[in-house]
């Protein structure tokens, strides 16, 4: 095993901490007025943006830009993501928006899709090349217009256009360049992606130290497992980059195993105001668990695809952050105009308020004119929220 240099820098664990908040930007937020740039800004800033079907307030990828800039328009959100040019979707910690910059750098991952056996979808003569040959005709489509997404059996029943594209996405002939109702719109690269960046020239070598890099100044300082499951990349991979990929080797106190930081987010020291907000289960700030457990001390976990008689937090709990920490949670739904936070959890009373602030100024964001709570820890507690959201 090789052994590692030594570390630039001596971190606390509040430290370690701040830096990783002004990373994902919770900490010195920008301005929330910054409409379709700040989207755009945000996306740049964190590198990924996660999508995921499940939508309660809205979806993961309208929270991740809400939860920093504000109260911004969903329409803004949307048209910042998919207008111009400036991004795509794609492969990475899981199906994620994408900077479209950072396209030459996803090139080690479309040559091991197309080295590595296909699923287990047959595909028939001819279908992939009918797919290609229909989008270069006829321009975006869905899968729906290409032939019908699925067969008549169960949901993961792909029908044959249906594989061939999402074949051609994994190899990158195709790029999904928008969702429209949820679903993928797909065109050809050579017209949806900018010719300066549409290359696979970099070889697997120059593409990993990158996204190494990318995730180090993201995340502002991380293990060897956070770092690495950023953008979804083997511990190998980390290990064959990190010396040159500009991160530092760092410690930091209370932490087992050792860590790697942004160079420039240990140059000054983290300040500015924080957010108070709801979080998707799907914000990088929070979807790798054990990061999460090691930096604020926060247990959290998805239970959408729990058992529901086995769910302690709800369906798709919220974590709530304010003042730099996380400080509770809110399984929130809509009924009509009225958001229903059907259940909380709270840290502690001092948790009460800064709650009733995220879920008005999401119900206010969301469209809805008041919010009701159905169920928290104790009876008092939700005694004491109903109030504050009525001061």
């Known amino acids: 095993m090789t052994s590692l240099p030594p570390p630039a820098a001596e971190l606390s664990a509040d430290e370690a901490r701040r830096i990783a908040l002004r990373a994902q930007g919770f900490l010195g937020a920008p301005d929330r007025r910054a409409g379709v740039r700040g989207v755009r800004g945000v996306l740049r800033h964190l590198g990924a943006v996660q999508l995921d079907t499940i939508s309660v307030l809205a979806r993961s990828h309208e929270l991740v830009p809400y939860a920093r800039l504000g109260a911004i328009g969903r329409k803004t959100v949307e048209e910042a993501y998919w207008s111009g040019g400036h991004s795509f979707e794609y492969w990475s910690h899981a199906a994620c928006i994408l900077p479209v910059e950072e396209w030459p750098h996803f090139a080690f991952r479309r040559r091991a899709y197309r080295s590595r056996p296909?699923?287990?979808h047959e595909l028939?003569?001819?279908?992939?090349?009918?797919?290609?040959?229909?989008?270069?005709?006829?321009?975006p489509l869905t899968a729906t217009d290409l032939g019908g997404a699925k067969n008549k059996g169960e949901w993961w029943d792909w029908s044959a256009s249906k594989v061939a594209v999402e074949r051609a996405l994994m190899y990158g002939e195709v790029v999904c360049t928008e969702r429209r109702g949820?679903?993928?719109?797909?065109?050809?690269?050579?017209?949806?992606i900018p010719d300066a960046v549409l290359h696979d020239d970099l070889d697997d070598t120059e593409c990993l130290r990158r996204l190494v890099r990318l995730a180090g100044q993201s995340l502002g300082v991380g293990t060897r497992a956070d770092i690495a499951d950023y953008h979804r990349l083997k511990g190998e991979q980390f290990d064959a980059v990190v010396a040159d990929s500009g991160l530092v080797p760092v410690s930091v106190r209370g932490w087992s195993k050792p860590a790697w930081a942004d160079p420039e987010a240990l140059a000054t020291e983290p300040r500015g105001r924080h957010r108070t907000t709801l979080l998707s289960p799907f914000d990088s700030l929070v979807w790798e668990r054990a990061r999460t457990e090691r930096i604020f001390g926060f247990t959290h976990r998805l239970e959408a695809y729990v058992p529901k008689p086995k769910r302690i937090h709800g369906y798709f709990a919220m974590p709530l952050l304010s003042g730099g920490r996380l400080i509770g949670r809110v399984d929130p739904a809509r009924e009509g105009r009225t958001?229903?936070?059907?259940?909380?959890?709270?840290?502690?009373?001092?948790?009460?308020r800064p709650m009733a602030q995220a879920l008005l100024e999401a119900a206010e964001w969301v469209g809805c004119d008041s919010v009701r709570v159905e169920r928290a820890g104790t009876p008092q507690e939700a005694a004491a929220l109903t109030s504050a959201l009525a001061t």
């Open 182 to 192: 949820w679903k993928r719109v797909y065109d050809l690269a050579e017209r949806a």
């Open 118 to 120: 296909h699923w287990s």
């Open 124 to 139: 028939p003569d001819g279908a992939y090349e009918q797919v290609i040959k229909q989008l270069r005709a006829e321009g």
């Open 339 to 352: 958001l229903v936070a059907k259940q909380v959890s709270l840290d502690s009373p001092k948790a009460v």
